[in-house]
């Protein structure tokens, strides 16, 4: 009679007293009812393992041991339906023992392409469709395969911790480095700025002992840009020769500014949009008289103010088309700065083609 139990296990680690060490691992004992050979196949496969593959009479035991003793036990032996005389065979290409029942395998009824163990422990083959009469139940083995993926997975997991460690310890290793790094770089920058507001203060305290502020102390002199400058004139000649051509900074002789028939008492005047330390003036004289070809400089001296306070009277020397050099005893802080035309050589025609206004603002 039929024991009327359910009984469905998984021995992960199989040992007995007595048994010797078997290729057949991890079992998983399926007892909850028999099956035919395919669904003890679809059984394994959805534990992830394989049906057993006994290679001797150690794994039969083993089996015997650990899923009860007198059952039949489907195993993952098989051979070719299409031909009587084909071995059988696991999965693994590998042949089943002969460790068969007397007169086994003998094919009796025709279909008898599967291997089971009997209650014995024999191997015998018999139809794999077949549920009845001697019911095999399905027994679940891990294999090699699966054995190396499970220590993959291991070994990759450990290489993994690892990496993770060396990682955290290289990112700690890296914020110590940019966190020194940028503490020595305010040091130094602390350092620097120190330096800068001595420096700063010895300066004022030189201006406040000379009695010079801190644009007198500029020793980098700059040209006034056009820019800053709107200009003035007591007369101009048309159009083309108005005062905005004299502080152009452009040396073409076609423009510049020239009176209106005005000698002694013409004058040109720059107003600064900004204060400016004026410490030099240069300036060249007009080419030519309009519509003639000769070259020649009239205005042969200037005074120069500044907000209407006479600052220089100077002549003026050289002919055109050398700049004359006009340097100032001392800075001269003006916000408009004349020039007065005070002699000329021919009184018809004066003018002057550049004037270069040299100073710190």
């Known amino acids: 009679m039929r024991a009327n139990r359910i009984v ?6 199989c040992s007995a007293p007595g048994i010797k060490p078997t290729s057949v691992q991890n079992l998983y004992c399926h007892t909850a009812h028999e099956t035919t050979w395919e669904e003890a ?17 150690e794994d039969i035991k083993l089996i015997q041991s650990t899923c009860g003793r007198g059952r039949y036990y489907w195993t993952a032996g098989r051979r070719n339906p299409g031909s009587s005389r084909s071995p059988y065979k696991y999965p693994d290409m590998s042949e089943v023992p002969s460790l068969w029942n007397t007169g086994e395998p003998n094919n009796r009824d025709g279909d008898e392409y599967c291997v089971n163990i009997n209650g014995d422990g024999s191997l015998n083959d018999r139809s794999c469709n077949i549920v009845k009469y001697y019911p095999a139940f399905p027994v679940c083995q891990d294999t090699e395969i699966m054995q190396l993926k499970k220590s993959l ?20 290793t890296l914020k110590e480095t940019v966190d020194h790094l940028i503490a020595e770089n305010n040091k130094s920058f602390m350092k620097l700025e120190m330096s800068y507001n001595e420096t700063k203060n010895q300066i004022l305290k030189l201006q406040n002992f000379t009695g010079l502020t801190a644009a007198e ?4 002199l700059q040209t006034v840009p056009s820019s800053m400058i709107e200009c003035s004139a007591s007369s101009t000649f048309n159009r083309s020769y108005t005062c905005n051509e004299a502080f152009s900074g452009n040396r073409d002789d076609s423009f510049y500014w020239l009176t209106l028939g005005e000698g002694v008492g013409s004058w040109i005047e720059a107003s600064f949009k900004t204060p400016v330390f004026v410490k030099e003036l240069r300036m060249v004289g007009s080419p030519y008289q309009p519509r003639s070809t000769a070259y020649m400089q009239n205005i042969r001296k200037v005074q120069v103010l500044t907000e209407d306070r006479y600052v220089v009277s100077v002549p003026t020397p050289v002919s055109y088309p050398y700049f004359n050099r006009i340097t100032f005893p001392k800075l001269v802080r003006a916000n408009t700065l004349r020039i007065l035309v005070s002699q000329v050589i021919n009184p018809s025609f004066c003018g002057i083609e550049q004037i270069l206004i040299l100073g710190c603002f």
Do not use: A, S, Y
């Open 41 to 57: 196949e679809t059984i394994c496969e959805g534990r992830n393992k394989v049906m057993i593959m006994p290679k001797t009479i």
């Open 153 to 172: 997975i291991e070994t990759m997991d450990l290489k993994k911790r690892e990496t993770d460690r060396r990682i955290m310890q290289l990112e700690k």
């Open 8 to 13: 469905c296990f998984t021995v992960l680690f």
């Open 217 to 220: 102390t500029c020793w980098n």
